[in-house]
C-alpha cells in the first residue's frame, strides 16, 4: 500500500554538525507534509511542516524541502545540539482528507 | 499551543481486563481526532479517526469490536481496549484536529501517549 519511507533508520552526527534526514513518499496526491521529533516516551512533536506549492521552507534552526519530482523530503537541522537527539518522522497528509501517515522515523544521536 | 491530555500516562492491567485511555484537548474544541498504537523502535499506525457524535473510522485490520472509540464531546474522545491481551501492550498516543482554525487543515496536536502493559 501506499507508505512514506525514510532512507537511513539511524543517523549519528558530532555536536554544532548539521543533521539531514531524509525522507520518501508514494502518495502522489499527498498536499501537505509535517516533520516531527518523538523523544522516548513521549507523543510526537511538531516540528516544521510545508505545503505542495512550496519546495523550501525555514524554521528556527530547521529547513524543509520538498521535490514533488522524485516525491522526496529532507529536514535539515543546522548547529544540532544534544537535545536534538530523538526520533524524526515524516508524516503524509492526503489531500482533502485530515489522515496523516507516518514514516518509518529516523534515529538521530548526537554526539557532544 | 494547543494542548491534548491522555490519560492514564501509563497503566499496567492483567489479560483478559478492558482498560479505558482518555484523550482531551484542553483550549480547543477537537471535532476529529485520532488513535494511533506505536511499537517500541517503530512508526505511528493510525488505528481510527473519531469525529465527534459519529462512528468511528477504523483502519484496516484494527478490530473495532477490540478497540472500542467513543468522541462524546468536542474535547473528550476515549479508547477502550476489551479484553486485553499482552499482544495489545503498546503505546497509544491521540491526537486532535479542528477545521475551524484558518488555514490549519491537517495539522493535528498530539497527545504525550499512554504505555499500557498487559500481563
Known amino acids: 500500500g501506499e507508505s512514506v519511507g525514510l532512507h537511513l533508520p539511524t543517523l549519528s552526527v558530532q555536536e554544532g554538525d548539521n543533521s539531514i534526514i531524509n525522507c520518501a513518499y508514494s502518495n502522489s496526491a499527498s498536499d501537505y507534509f509535517i516533520w516531527y521529533k518523538q523523544e522516548s516516551g513521549k507523543g510526537p512533536q511538531f516540528i516544521i511542516d510545508?505545503?505542495?506549492?512550496?519546495d523550501k521552507r525555514q524554521g528556527q534552526r530547521v529547513t524543509v524541502l520538498l521535490n514533488k519530482t522524485v516525491k522526496h523530503l529532507s529536514l535539515q537541522i543546522a548547529a544540532t545540539q544534544p537535545g536534538d537527539s530523538a526520533v524524526y518522522f515524516c508524516?503524509?497528509?492526503?489531500?482533502?482528507?485530515?489522515?496523516?501517515?507516518f514514516g518509518a522515523g529516523t534515529r538521530l544521536f548526537v554526539k557532544a | 499551543g494547543a494542548v491534548v491530555s491522555q490519560h492514564p500516562s501509563w497503566v499496567i492491567c492483567k489479560s483478559g481486563t478492558s482498560v479505558k485511555i482518555e484523550c482531551r484537548s484542553l483550549d480547543f474544541q477537537a471535532t476529529t481526532m485520532f488513535w494511533y498504537r506505536q511499537f517500541p523502535k517503530q512508526s505511528l499506525m493510525l488505528m481510527a479517526t473519531s469525529n465527534e457524535g459519529s462512528k468511528a473510522t477504523y483502519e484496516q485490520g484494527v478490530e473495532k469490536d477490540k478497540f472500542l472509540i467513543n468522541h462524546a464531546s468536542l474535547t473528550l474522545s476515549t479508547l477502550t481496549v476489551t479484553s486485553a491481551h499482552p499482544e495489545d501492550s503498546s503505546f497509544y498516543i491521540c491526537?486532535?484536529?479542528?477545521?475551524?482554525?484558518?488555514?490549519?487543515?491537517?495539522?493535528?496536536?498530539f497527545g504525550p501517549g499512554t504505555r499500557l502493559t498487559v500481563l
Open positions: 508524516a503524509e497528509n492526503k489531500a482533502g482528507g485530515f489522515k496523516t501517515i
Open positions: 510545508i505545503r505542495s506549492n512550496m
Open positions: 491526537s486532535a484536529s479542528s477545521p475551524s482554525w484558518e488555514g490549519t487543515a491537517g495539522e493535528q496536536f
